[in-house]
């Protein structure tokens, strides 16, 4: 079976390594409060993982610019100064990391999350020692960058080939920011997107949590 060159692999943290809704919906939540105006669209149409000024729009569809940025800055405070309670890793997250670690691979973390928050967890979940760094929307300050734009970012600072880093994540957003980079793309089935769409982003490989570690092993070097 022919196996695939891999140098590094650039995981998406929410859906992908945590199951970060809990403390997600709960900064929601008060958002809304605090703004005082209910959402029709948040209980149906609101997802994990699209970045945050794109959330505010979900939440709130038929705002308008002072509102969703308002909204988007009042979620940034609440979450970034949660506990981030009932937000846990995946039960089979460090045995990938592990795994992946012991072939020899360097691991980062490419999300739209901000960094105060992604160190908060990776340092709670005692994830620090898989990572070689951490890329997230804040990494420089007054820019927004595309999931695509930071992912080529971290494989930059890498300093890897393109075709030879592996980029997991759980949305078609990862896998088009794959797409976008350049380089080879993985959809995991257990996170917070939609598999249809998933599937239609089309990734290179597609793995569940049962299967991970085995299909790595098998199809990577």
């Known amino acids: 079976m ?34 005082g105006i209910p959402s029709k669209t948040f209980e149906t149409d609101f997802r994990v993982g699209p970045p ?3 959330q505010a729009r979900i939440v709130y569809p038929d705002g308008n610019e002072e509102l969703w940025k308002k909204a988007a800055d009042l979620y940034r405070h609440y979450y970034d ?27 980062y973390v490419v999300t739209y999350k901000r960094f105060c ?30 999931k695509g734009e930071l992912l080529k970012l971290a494989i930059r600072v890498a300093n890897v080939a393109p075709e030879r880093a592996l980029m997991v994540g759980d949305t078609e957003m990862d896998i088009l920011a794959a797409h976008e ?5 993985c959809g995991v089935t257990w996170g917070y997107g939609a598999i249809e769409k998933l599937c239609a982003a089309k990734p290179g490989f597609m793995f569940d949590e049962n299967e991970f570690t085995d299909k790595y092993n098998t199809l990577f070097e």
């Open 181 to 185: 980079a350049g380089c080879m793309s």
């Open 52 to 54: 945050v000024d794109q």
């Open 81 to 107: 100064t949660s506990d981030m309670e009932g937000e846990v890793p995946y039960p089979w997250s460090e045995e990938i990391l592990k795994n992946v670690l012991a072939t020899g691979k360097k691991i």
């Open 117 to 146: 928050s992604t160190v908060k967890l990776i340092e709670r979940y005692g994830f620090e020692k898989y990572f070689s760094g951490v890329f997230t929307t804040d990494i420089y300050p007054g820019q927004s960058l595309s």
């Open 2 to 35: 022919k196996k695939f060159a891999v140098d590094a692999l650039f995981f998406d943290f929410d859906g992908t390594l945590g199951d970060t809704k809990p403390g997600i919906h709960k900064a929601w939540y008060k958002t809304m409060a605090e703004i």
